[in-house]
């Protein structure tokens, strides 16, 4: 069975004995002990054989591109291009003489790749007319600090390889990296994780679109620096790949060398169980997803490893499994399925499948919302690019049930009682493609786990996105040669190292700062500002923390698109500091020096209407507000009294007086 009209919510799902349907669902659910993430302690995932690594991919900050003299970092609308380029991606033989799996699937697919092409970012590099220039020794330079700050074993000399892509993000098939350091290792709070390797190498094209058989992407971000960091299967929990994700994207981030935003840093996690095998969740975009993600791919692999089980029990002999299938008339659908329009010009064929002994199996849960049936659905989408709803099922939900005549199928078929059937649509070119996709799934549901590329969805499930690639994608890259990397450079490098971020950790514990400040301030590399901060003041690092981590960070959420540089707050405060300010005037300031980075900052104290005042000035208006107050006021609870005195003589205080002393002298004065 195969549900993919539209997807199952979790909390759709109920266990309602008319609805069989729900029924398998909620049964295999319980059969694989399936727990939230909230109710799975450490011993769960240890019971488990939990494991999980990660691979994050950090754009770096340099002027121009990794193999050519294009700048980096200029980035134009999908619809802006002054060209177009269109490649058919073909697989070529490893040196051993095999195809990659990965390779092998995507030229299934038939895609046509479009590169639209913008002359200011692209040169002939880019669309594979002429060799690679020699590599950015600027961000060779900046993949060198990361090694080093990762504790590996730096390489002494550089080989540029080819690691092959047919699904068309890189126009050549191919993307060149360089191995930079290996076995390193950092330290989280109870164990170090260890490193397996940092490399350098070049960014893919940015996806524009892709659907059915039409792949078009822009060039833009194609050849950009990137250092991958990837790390041994130590995480044990879902919380540790959260950590080791935060450390490593605070490491990258304190070498002020790396770019951010939406696409610069994109984090991959590696998933095994006992008894399953390698799975690579791609394009993770957040670290808030890690846990989710890994929780349930862990609940995923344990129901495929029982969906193995019981179909081992049920067929004596596997390798004489085979589906069978039959044309059959449309007049059997009734409607005719929304997504026919997709095929408009297309011959479409309609397909009726049999599944010898797959009963129940396929509405047999897999994840939140999800069935053994959408394993199917995903691979038909990727490798028979079949859009939307193109497939319906004998055990699907009843109103999906009601538009086909599973009856009259089965006795087409000759169906045996213990059968699973399902029925697809799609244009005559496909089909071929698309049983051959159902088949080869089925038959990997015998072994357990298959080896996969899945793609990262925001609810914490996951979707098929390609074959894991193999080692027989790797070859040597012959149009560069070898480049030594000696003492002297490392030890150049070595010198200048920032802080590590265990320090900081320390660092931010002996200040005192909140931990609900420590991912802000870690993640935008704010704390050597603050040390340079603290260096020509005496501000207390919490006060500073709090400005940055509370009222920063609230400017900042509601003017995302802007590209503040925190320097300025530098600036900021050498100027309250000269003036004899107090520092909480640098929150009235803030918003102005915000909003307009170059103005002159005695202008900022204009328009905030600041005056200079002293103590005794201040001070003075407080007999007038008592009398006030008890004229006003429906509470004459002396705290309320407090606070309103506070609230009145605060705007004149800011930058006047510290609001703490101030707070004393109102509480020595009402009484």
Known sequence: MLFIIIHVNKDDIMDNDNNHFNNIYVQTKKLVGYKTIQQCTPLDYKNLGFKSGLEVHQQLYTDKKLFCRCPAGMYFPGEDYDAEVIRHMRP????????????????????NITYRIKNPTTCTYEIDDTPPFPINQQALDIALEVALLLKTNVVGEL??????????????????TAIVGIEGEIPLAEKKVRIIQLSLEEDACREVSDFRHQRIYTTDRLGMPLIETVTYPDLLTPQEVVEAGNYIRFMNRSTNKVRTGIGATRQDVNVSIRGGTRVEIKGVAHIKWFAELVHNEAFRQKSLLHISSQLKQRIKDIKKWDLTYQLIDPSLINPLPPSLKYYADSEIKWVAVNLPHFQDILAHFTQPGQVFGDELRGRLKVIACLELENLIHSQDRNELLATVDFSKIRQLLKSKSLDAQLLFWCPSQDLSTAVETIRERCMLAFHGVPNETRKALADGTTVFERVLPGPDRMYPDTDSAPLPIDEERINKVKNNLPPSIHYRYEQLNKWEISRHYWIYLLRHNLVPIIEKIIAFTNYSPKFLAGFFAQDLKHLEGRNSSSNFDYIHLISLFKFISKHNLSPEIAKIMLPVVFNNPNIELESVLTIIGYQKRNISDILSYIPDLRKKFKSIAKNKNINAERNWIMGNLKLLSIGNYPLDKLSEEVNRRVK
Do not use: C, N, V, W
């Open 159 to 176: 080989h540029i390889t080819r690691k092959q892509y047919l699904d068309g993000s890189i126009p050549t098939g191919f993307q060149r």
């Open 92 to 111: 070529t033989l490893s040196e051993l003489g095999e195809y990659d799996g990965t390779a092998l699937m995507e030229f299934k697919t038939k895609k």
